[in-house]
């Protein structure tokens, strides 16, 4: 089993930034870690995902350009930033990761299904 520790979130203004960061237990494994997240009554979305083997990554077409995800270190943390940040950018955001060996695994990760291991969640609020 793999945990993922999430840190970060919190409430900003409007215009603002935040940057959200992911650690997995596992780190040796390849895997695709992304960002998900989910408003009141709401799917769950696909925010960012990278794969830790390269650093291809992957986003969602509501926040490209407004966010960049990135590898810290090379032991499975990842790091999500984000700017520009709107009242609709609002929600729980969920690390998730899946074990993965190649990039264009990730490349196809893109509905919540395709990833087995998940953080408790992270609020974000924008003002």
């Known amino acids: 089993h793999v945990q993922l520790v999430e840190s970060g979130g919190g409430s900003v203004q409007a215009g603002g930034s935040l940057r959200l960061t992911c650690a997995a237990s596992?780190?040796?494994?390849?895997?695709?870690m992304g960002w998900f997240r989910q408003a009141p009554g709401d799917q769950r979305e696909a925010v960012a995902r990278?794969?830790?083997?390269?650093?291809?990554?992957f986003y969602g077409d509501s926040v490209k350009g407004r966010v960049t995800i990135y590898s810290q270190n090379a032991k499975n943390t990842v790091v999500l930033e984000m700017n520009s940040l709107r009242p609709e950018d609002s929600a729980m955001y969920y690390c998730?990761?899946?074990?993965?060996?190649?990039?264009?695994?990730?490349?196809?990760?893109?509905?919540?299904?395709?990833?087995?291991?998940w953080g408790q969640g992270t609020q974000v609020t924008v003002s």
């Open positions: 596992d780190t040796s494994s390849r895997f695709c």
């Open positions: 990278i794969y830790t083997g390269d650093g291809d990554t």
């Open positions: 998730a990761a899946v074990r993965a060996t190649y990039s264009g695994y990730c490349l196809a990760a893109s509905s919540a299904a395709d990833f087995i291991y």
